[in-house]
């Protein structure tokens, strides 16, 4: 691949964020964006991200329905994701998300971290699964 991709966990009042590295091999959890009430205002800071580490494109999380259905949260998620691609100027990919933020959590209950400490953290976490999901896709 040889790019780097930054992936994207959609919340309702944080946005949790990951890089790949150059290769586009490892997902790495970056850091989790506080909604600020504009959407303006947050795509801008993941445009500044996007700058900083040289993104080449985005993968934002597609919650789909368990059976595969595009339910309301998905149709939110892929409006989202059409929004930051007119503002980035990259290309910003959906890939499916189910049952990430279940992984996460158990992939930081393991870490021993407290519940509030691993609130902070999940979003990003589930952001790394997002993008190593779609960096290990065929």
Do not use: N
Not at 113 to 134: E, F, N, P, T
């Amino acid at each position: 691949m040889g790019t780097r991709a930054l992936g994207i966990d959609l919340g309702e009042r944080r946005i949790g964020v990951a890089v790949s590295d150059a290769e586009g091999r490892v997902a790495t959890p970056l850091t989790v964006i506080e909604r600020t009430g504009s959407a303006e205002r947050d795509h801008r800071q993941i445009a500044e991200l996007v700058a900083e580490y040289e993104i080449g494109v985005v993968v934002v999380g597609l919650p789909l329905s368990l059976d595969g259905s595009t339910g309301p949260a998905a149709k939110g998620a892929e409006h989202e994701a059409y929004q930051l691609e007119a503002a980035l100027g990259i290309p910003v990919l959906t890939h499916d998300e189910r049952l990430t933020t279940v992984i996460a959590e158990q992939a930081l209950a393991e870490s021993g971290l407290s519940g509030k400490a691993r609130r902070k953290r999940v979003d990003m976490v589930a952001a790394s699964v997002i993008l190593q999901g779609w960096l290990d896709s065929p």
